[in-house]
């Protein structure tokens, strides 16, 4: 019997196999993407709440099954988390969008906070100091290096988070600039040559921002424009004496710049940060975070070899949802640069270990009491469970919307209809 546990196993986790190799070759559109995984997860919800969370209350009572359930979630968010911290997040989609927001997340929380006591920043709403973080570049400078050169073309404007330069005209130093000052601004709102020379006096720490994207924050931030006129006001006021002119320049460049202000902020995304997360994946976490999706499963199948029904319903639920989930994530794999013969061979791996696990559910079944195996059984629908919350569901709703209930119901009511037979 324990190799018809297997058999079935690997007979619930082929469709792993089929929906990797549609996935590596076909491309599919959003709507169908979303249209298969909500029916997968509506057949899957289905098998949960007949064929693990019925039989386990029946054997077992309330309270085994909600300690079983609570324990399952934990587990498999823990372990996820883990895995995804350790290059398993490229196996789906939805756990690579989350590990991309929050890396991205912490890295904007670094610069922000580097960047706090720059004079243009300090005004800024926090949503344009987020998407200006996307553009900038950290640069370091020892003394004596040049930063900008008078009579050269302009490409950066630079915020001084540590040390001091010196702006010089000829051989004359005019002034000395220090951590929360900016300097370079000027030559790119004119086109014009730089107007002076800055050298760094001490070690420095700077971000700098390319002209091409200098000139889209000015499009769609008005505080960014309003702070540099003020600075540009303020640097004013210490070359001339005649505080008219202060007023005259002020009012000029701001003009300039609120004139080129559209109020659509608009939060791009960084493929140089894609590419270094992709790097930072390995292939070994991958399949042990695709197995772990997939374990409980497994597990739940062995369980049920050997039953009278077979346990057939739960894996026709098993089947149905795993080719979705293949699909989707042998698609995001290739899209992250993996190798067609690495998605294959991660899938079929996959496969076959989802046979051994249903082998080791068969046995646990035949090697312990009811009540441990209705336990086990729990703790399996509550990963299970897990695993359709955080990435199956909320992905089938990020590609298709609201329009993805009626897939998911219609999943569910096929689920119910495969295990009807048997349940009442």
Known sequence: MSMA????????????ALGAVVGVFWQPNRSFSAAIM??????????????ITIPAYRASGFSPLLVGFMAGGALFAGLTQYIDQHGGFLRKPASSRRYLYEHRHEQISDVLA???HVEVMQNLPPQEKQALVSFLKPVYAQPGDILCEEGTPGDYFYMIVDGEAEVRKGRKVLNTMKPGEVFGEMALLTGEPRSATVVARTPMELYQLHREHFHSVLSWSPHMAWALSRSLAQRLRL???SRVAVERNLERWRQQLIDQVELDLLLREDPTMIEGLVKRSAPLAILIGTLIDNIPESLVIGMNAGESHFGWSFLLAVFI?????????????????MSRSQILGLWIGIVVLSGLCAVGGY??????????VAIAQAVSGGAILAMLAS??????YELGGSSVAFSTILGFLLGFFISSGHIL
């Open 363 to 372: 046995a646990l079944k035949n090697s312990t009491s009811e009540l441990v």
């Open 114 to 116: 580097r960047i706090a």
């Open 239 to 241: 070359a001339t004496d």
């Open 5 to 16: 546990a297997f058999f079935q196993g690997i007979l619930g986790a082929s469709s792993l």
């Open 391 to 396: 990435t199956m569901m909320p992905e089938a």
């Open 321 to 337: 949802s795993n080719f979705p989930e293949a699909l989707s994530s042998a698609s995001g794999m290739k899209q992250a640069g």
């Open 38 to 51: 909500a029916f997968g997860s509506g057949t899957l919800l289905s098998a949960i709440a007949f064929e």
